[in-house]
């Protein structure tokens, strides 16, 4: 992984004033709750990406994470009266405690075997969570109303408050994903990623190494999960744990470019716009169109361009 | 502990089911040397080396590297500690760069990639792989592969190096030219134990020769005394190879 160009800095600080400015444009709340799933979507695929682009560590349980942050805080603010922006460390640091938990028995897995270990780790979180009376089991939790405000992490009036939150973690992801790049942590994932006797050859603790991919991603994670819950102020285990979101993550992560940084970024911007705007107006017709042109676009993007759509611009930008 | 040989092994054995692999292996490495551990296939040259670097743990027996013994230690460990190893079948990350490779080996030392880089030049220009650097490791010939790969475990700073088999496949230039950099890695103060099938690159560099055969370890000495010893000639050689050195 490079460092920035002069060039890169400039058009992300140019992106950056456009997606600054945005809200004061646009005013339809839909736009806006696009543009919020959308960051948040590109969060979550920053977040896998540094396992699975990086570590080749491919996730299909990520939802797990997402969930146990969303779980953590509104339980301890219901309960507790723990101010949900204290609950998003502690629902952080519990993500990444399970990771680790889950993730040791797992050092030998490798490609496959890891998917289904990961799907396996989803369900069961998921279906735990379904039968948990103390969480409310399978009817969820309804988040209190608190005072609007930055310090209650809650907005009733108007989305623009939450957009530009999720703004500010999807940065603090990229952030996090470029200097893990650049690293020497980087450096380690690539070779566990291409091959543990690689690793271990190079005088790499393959074990620590792939707990700690799975510690940057799941604390990243659950913090969306955090943001989920404070956005709609409910949550369930079939609305914040379920596959189909997991594999969304890595389709979102794979269609953009795994392995690089802005990849996931890109990924989400083609489908969670495609995949909200689909559901809206054809979603009348059955749930089914949405997944159809999803399902076409992967495989575009797997045959002709298996690097992904950051894959494709670095090779028009190294020719050109 | 001046006085430990650089790499000692007693009585290392390794065996998978019934089928023993390494059956009570002993030798001794001293500093400085090149020795060459050579049989036929299936005699467990790999096997012994993945004992040693910790990829399998043999089942009974000790490994010492300068005194301290490392039988049970982690291959990460065992690198730390200072053996790099190869592999029979070339190993290097494929999407990354020459240099990105090397860079990957030198992190070991280095907590700054920066400095690391600056290492990993500095041991591609030992290897002769410098002006090769921003290729992706995929797009190298065999030769280059096996130099790439040499190189990563060089990058580890190792007072051990092992080679399986970095010879083989090679044509008769480029077999000059890893004999070359083989003698000036010793040169420059690495002791190395290579696995090589090649026997007029064997007879050439090395100090000492180690026979196995069906797990056994049959013979042990000089190059020239080998390659005459009738048990050896049988086990692996073969008469006519007899005949052309007589």
Same mark, same amino acid.
């Given at each position: 992984?490079?460092?920035l160009t002069v060039k ?7 992106a950056?004033?456009c997606?600054?400015c945005?809200?004061l444009?646009?005013?339809s709340t839909?736009v806006?709750?696009?543009?919020i799933l ?5 969060m979550l695929g920053?977040?896998?990406n540094i396992?699975?682009?990086?570590a080749?560590m491919f996730?299909?349980g990520?939802?797990?994470?997402f969930?146990?942050g969303a ?6 603010l ?5 101010n949900?922006?204290?609950? +998003?460390?502690?629902?952080? =640091?519990?993500?990444? *405690?399970?990771g $680790?938990? !889950?993730?040791?028995p ?5 490609g496959h075997?890891?998917a ?8 069961i979180?998921?279906t ?7 969480v409310?089991?399978?009817e ?14 809650m907005f ?7 957009y530009?939150i999720?703004?500010?973690?999807l940065l603090l ?6 200097l ?5 942590t ?5 070779a566990i ?5 690689v690793a271990k050859? +190079?005088?790499?603790?393959? =074990?620590?190494?792939? *707990?700690l991919a $799975?510690? !940057?991603?799941a ?8 943001f989920?819950a404070q956005y709609?102020l409910y ?5 914040v744990m ?6 969304q993550?890595?389709l979102?992560s794979m269609?953009?470019?795994a392995?690089?940084?802005m990849?996931?970024?890109i990924?989400?911007g083609?489908?969670?716009?495609v995949s909200?705007?689909?559901?809206i107006w054809l979603?009348?017709?059955g ?8 399902g076409f ?12 759509v950051?894959g494709?611009f670095s090779? +028009?930008?190294?020719?050109? | 502990m ?6 000692e092994?007693?009585?290392?054995t390794k ?11 002993d030798f001794?490495?001293?500093e400085g040397?090149?020795v ?9 040259k790999?096997t ?5 670097t910790?990829?399998?743990?043999a089942?009974?027996?000790?490994v010492?590297?300068?005194g301290?013994e ?13 053996i ?6 070339v190993q ?18 280095f ?7 600056g290492?990993a030049?500095e ?7 410098l002006?090769?650097k921003?290729?992706l490791?995929?797009?190298l010939t065999?030769a ?6 040499v190189?990563?475990?060089l990058?580890?700073?190792p007072?051990?190096?092992m080679?399986?088999?970095s ?5 008769p230039v ?5 004999m070359?950099?083989?003698k000036?890695i ?11 099938h090649v026997?007029q ?5 090395s100090d ?7 797990g056994?370890?049959?013979m042990e000495g ?6 005459t010893?009738k048990e050896v ?8 190879y ?5």
């Amino acid at each position: 992984m490079r460092k920035l160009t002069v060039k890169q800095i400039a058009y992300g600080v140019m992106a950056m004033v456009c997606l600054i400015c945005f809200p004061l444009a646009v005013s339809s709340t839909l736009v806006l709750h696009i543009m919020i799933l959308f960051f948040m979507f590109a969060m979550l695929g920053v977040a896998w990406n540094i396992m699975g682009g990086y570590a080749g560590m491919f996730s299909f349980g990520q939802v797990a994470f997402f969930g146990i942050g969303a779980y953590t805080s509104s339980f301890l603010l219901m309960a507790y009266h723990v101010n949900p922006w204290i609950g +998003l460390v502690a629902g952080g =640091v519990a993500a990444a *405690l399970v990771g $680790v938990g !889950i993730g040791y028995p797992c050092s030998n897995l490798r490609g496959h075997y890891f998917a289904i270990a990961t799907i396996a780790f989803g369900e069961i979180v998921r279906t735990h969570f379904n039968n948990w009376k103390l969480v409310g089991a399978a009817e969820g939790l309804s988040l209190p109303m608190l005072d609007e405000g930055l310090g209650n992490f809650m907005f009733h009036s108007s989305k623009v408050p939450y957009y530009y939150i999720i703004l500010a973690f999807l940065l603090l992801s990229l952030t996090v994903s470029y200097l893990v790049s650049t690293s020497k942590t980087g450096y380690y994932f690539r070779a566990i990623k291409e091959s543990h006797d690689v690793a271990k050859v +190079l005088g790499i603790n393959v =074990v620590r190494y792939r *707990l700690l991919a $799975v510690m !940057i991603s799941a604390f990243l994670t659950a913090m969306a999960g955090t943001f989920y819950a404070q956005y709609v102020l409910y949550i369930d285990p079939e609305s914040v744990m379920l596959l189909a979101v997991s594999v969304q993550i890595v389709l979102i992560s794979m269609l953009g470019g795994a392995g690089s940084v802005m990849g996931p970024v890109i990924g989400a911007g083609i489908l969670i716009p495609v995949s909200e705007l689909t559901r809206i107006w054809l979603g009348y017709r059955g749930t089914g169109i949405d997944m159809l042109i999803y399902g076409f676009l992967i495989t575009l993007i797997s045959v002709y361009q298996p690097k992904g759509v950051w894959g494709l611009f670095s090779r +028009l930008g190294s020719r050109g | 502990m001046k006085n430990a040989a650089c790499l000692e092994l007693r009585g290392v054995t390794k065996h998978f089911g019934g089928l023993y692999a390494n059956d009570n292996i002993d030798f001794i490495v001293q500093e400085g040397e090149i020795v060459s551990i050579i049989g036929p296939n299936g005699a467990g040259k790999s096997t012994l080396f993945d004992c040693i670097t910790g990829f399998y743990p043999a089942n009974a027996g000790q490994v010492f590297f300068f005194g301290k013994e490392i039988t049970r230690l982690r291959a990460d460990a065992i690198c730390k500690m200072g053996i790099a190893r190869t592999f029979q079948v070339v190993q290097v990350i494929s999407d990354m760069t020459v240099l990105e490779n090397v860079t990957t080996g030198a992190l070991l030392r280095f907590v700054e990639v920066g400095r690391a880089k600056g290492k990993a030049e500095e041991v591609l220009a030992f290897t002769g792989l410098l002006s090769k650097k921003d290729f992706l490791g995929t797009e190298l010939t065999i030769a280059d592969k096996k130099r790439l790969e040499v190189s990563m475990a060089l990058a580890t700073q190792p007072k051990l190096l092992m080679l399986d088999e970095s010879m083989a496949g090679l044509t008769p230039v480029e077999l000059q030219a890893m004999m070359g950099l083989i003698k000036s890695i010793r040169a420059s103060g690495i002791t190395l134990v290579v696995v090589e099938h090649v026997m007029q690159a064997v007879m050439e560099i090395s100090d000492r020769v180690i026979v196995l055969s069906s797990g056994k370890k049959i013979m042990e000495g000089p190059p020239k005394d080998v390659v005459t010893n009738k048990e050896v000639i049988e086990a692996y050689l073969g008469k006519k190879y007899h005949a052309v050195t007589q």
